[in-house]
């Protein structure tokens, strides 16, 4: 009988060929059939008699033929735990853990309180998303509705063995919680959106419950949930749903329709596809980024490239703040970040070349250079130029317009690493180094072009905008 080394050692190199089941599942299946209670267990035992060659074996091969190895098991990782799944619900996704860490940003950053906050998780399935939220925001109690009464079957023992308070009610979307009489503060949904089954991968498809998947029209159980949302939701109030990629557009229109005076945000996943939408009433968040700005803050946002930080352009003590979060090299000036282009013949003097640009490229991912006017020294530090940049992303312009002056808008990064693309990445690389975080993330992965135009056009640095458009804008 092998050891469990020899038994890794065995086979570790035909589950390193197959894209069915990864390496860290094969250690937890070992772990499983061995009673062994994690990695540094696996580790410690590692030299063992292994009893269950022929066990693992059997569901190793049935998951190479095809079968989900969650199914086999009847576990599924998420957020940390391991939860119980069959075939009456989805597996989780890493997408949908990436949705129960923007809600918790969000919910945190809103204010909420754990003890009192009412949360209602519709279409529940698992009830994955509704225990990780009571673990992950401290909630006391979460409500959660599923129209599949073998789903609530499942979230209610993933409730038990994570003694998770949540209430399950059963019935299609909304319906139960109205009937209830119930109202929430925030509401998370991860419903079906899969219109075209084709679409479906064939695994998927065979195992996975299909009443989960498809939905036509695919925005059915979005418009349904924010149609009731008035009888829902209390004054202050969040909403995170889970999207399909190509959905934002439609979703934007619903949205604005239902709820037209919230703040609306489409955040993209870690394969920078749009994957979640953030409504929420926390229009305070201009606010409380431009109080910032006149108190010597520093603020992170996104905007139409990658995240950004940024400080009022004529306050020396923030400046020095930025500097030191950054590491920033003291003879590298910022760009001066405007809120609309109107504004620009205040700061900078404008030939005709340039004006052509900027009335073709801005709002946008563009920062020209022009002769600056009447600055303070360290923001253009010797130089007669300044960059200029008008973003095109409402959120920002709003701030800096409601702040009242420009702001030095900097990449979020320290100096000489990649820029952050997430206000997740600009959490885990500032921490509580930054005054205020607007959530969110960036629509690109490019920097703006930097050009300045002197007997013709000169590309500092190439962005999303080409020489060969900025040349023809000029002709």
Known sequence: MPSIREYYFKKIKQIEESDRISKPQFVHLICKYAGLKDEN???????????????????????????????????????????????????????????????????????????????????????????????????????????????????????????????????????????????????????????????????????????????????????????????????????????????????????????????????????????????????????????????HGVIAFPTETVMGLGVAYDDKEAFERLNKIKGRPENKPYSLMLGNRAEISKYAHISLDEQKIIDKFLPGPLTILLKKKDLPEWVTLGSEYVGIRVPDLETITEVINEFGKPILAPSANRSGEKPALTSQEVHEVFGNELDVVIEGNASNDMASTIIKIDDGVHVIRQGKITKEEIEEALK
């Open 41 to 295: 267990e696996f580790i410690f035992h590692f030299d063992d008699e292994f009893k269950y060659e022929e066990d693992t074996d059997s569901t190793i091969n049935r998951v190479l033929n095809g079968e989900m190895l969650e199914y086999i098991t009847n576990e599924a990782y998420f957020c940390g735990n391991y939860l119980y799944v069959n075939e009456n619900v989805l597996i989780p996704r890493q997408e949908t853990e990436e949705l129960v860490d923007y809600f918790s940003k969000y919910f945190k950053a809103m204010g909420f309180d754990p003890g009192t906050s009412t949360v209602a998780d519709i279409c529940t399935g698992s009830g994955c998303i509704a225990v990780s939220l009571v673990e992950k925001c401290s909630l006391k109690i979460v409500f959660a509705s599923d129209i599949s009464e073998g789903a609530l079957e499942v979230a209610k023992k993933n409730t038990f063995t994570l003694n998770a308070n949540v209430t399950f009610l059963k019935g299609n979307i909304t319906d139960p919680f109205i009937e209830q009489g119930l109202k929430f503060d925030c509401i998370v949904c991860n419903p079906p959106y899969i219109k075209d089954s084709s679409t479906i991968d064939g695994r998927t498809w065979r195992f996975e419950p299909h009443l989960a998947l498809i939905s036509d029209p695919d925005t059915y159980f979005y418009e349904y949930v924010l149609k009731t949302a008035d009888k829902l939701l209390n004054k202050k109030h969040l909403l995170a749903f889970e999207i399909g990629e190509d959905m934002k557009d439609s979703l934007e229109v619903i949205a604005r329709k239902y709820l037209p005076e919230d703040r609306l945000d489409f955040i993209k996943d870690m394969d920078g596809k749009w994957r979640f939408m953030i409504i929420s009433s926390d229009t305070e968040v201009v606010s409380k980024a431009a109080d910032a700005l006149k108190n």
